[in-house]
């Protein structure tokens, strides 16, 4: 009987390492990407950054060939520029976007023609949708434009992003892409309690017009990470911003100075959420190691021209 107590009680212990979710916040420059490792083992890139090589080089180091679920937040070139190449040379499962056509860009364009041309399955979710990516982890969609939209304005834009909230062992994590303080407001009205989150990746890159009040006090952070470029145009991220960020009670990273890893402990193993810079720099790749990536399709190479324009 005591034996059968001992392996019941092993067969219920924690797995290590893959049964933790892993979450990359990647130094794209000024731009934004995130790499998400689920506890059950699939994987999820929401956004790409604004050029291909430092999130192509981040995947190959972690030897990722296969992406399950690859999400454009919303289509501005400093987001989905960089997963040109993530379409090109890996493979991809699904796909999620929204029903949003940037008239002033051809990029978000050529990302629908590669998934097309990958038979990746292509997914619009729509705002309170839960998203069956793995079995312990829940997945809610609380931001995205559904229904089609053709627009230069930037705001609609941002306001469109794909807001995600994902919920691991008692702790959330909040993606927001590029929301801006009137979509926080509209989403704190809708969810209210639904936002907590102890992680935050802080909304357009800590602009002085995201990260209200009301919202962070919904949200309540208690780690918030900003992605953004050094010296870049935007004055990104905006001292008010951070102010009300720490106001709110948040340890505040960025992205600037490298890559960030956080880590979702295992229920059971006692630890506690842990942000650290990755100890490892993603090195350049060697002619030997890009010789290696699988070739791009036929079909790809026929979209070469279109897929190496400059996107606008």
């Known amino acids: 009987m005591r034996k059968f107590a001992i392996l019941l009680s092993l067969l219920f212990l924690p797995l290590s390492g893959w049964s933790q979710l892993n979450v990359y916040f990647l130094n794209v420059g000024q731009g934004d990407a995130t790499y998400i490792e689920l506890p059950g083992g699939s994987n999820v890139l929401i956004d790409g950054g604004p050029s291909s090589l430092p999130v192509r080089e981040f995947l190959m180091a972690k030897g990722v060939r296969k992406i ?38 051809v990029g978000d364009n050529t990302l629908r023609e590669l998934a097309a041309v990958q038979s990746a399955n292509v997914h619009f979710p729509e705002i309170g949708d839960h998203l069956n990516w793995d079995s312990k982890v829940t997945v809610k969609v609380l931001n995205t434009c559904s229904e089609e ?63 209200s009040p009301k919202f ?14 050094v010296g870049n145009n935007y004055g990104h991220p905006h001292a008010d911003a951070l102010l009300r960020l720490q106001a709110a009670g948040a340890t505040v990273y960025g992205t600037q100075d490298g890559n960030l890893m956080m880590t979702i402990p295992a229920p059971g193993t006692g630890k506690s959420v842990d942000v650290t810079p990755l100890p490892f720099a993603i090195t350049p790749v060697s ?20 897929i190496n324009s400059p996107l606008r």
Do not use: W
């Open 216 to 229: 962070l006090e919904r949200v309540k952070p208690v780690h918030a990470i900003i992605s953004y470029g």
């Open 149 to 211: 939209i053709r627009t230069r304005d930037s705001s609609v834009i941002n306001n469109c992003s794909i807001v995600l909230r994902f919920y691991y062992n008692g702790t959330g994590l909040l993606t927001t892409g590029d929301i801006e303080a009137s979509q926080e407001n509209a989403i704190t009205k809708v969810f209210k309690s639904g936002l907590e989150s102890q992680i935050l990746k802080v909304p357009h890159h800590g602009s002085a017009y995201s990260s």
């Open 287 to 306: 002619a030997e190691e890009l010789a290696e990536l699988p070739a791009p399709s036929p079909e790809s190479q026929a979209l070469d021209q279109l």
């Open 68 to 105: 399950d679920h690859v999400v454009l937040t919303h289509p501005h070139s400093d987001h989905y520029r960089g997963l040109k190449k993530v379409f090109e040379y890996f493979q991809i499962g699904n796909f999620y976007d929204s029903r949003l056509e940037n008239l002033n860009a």
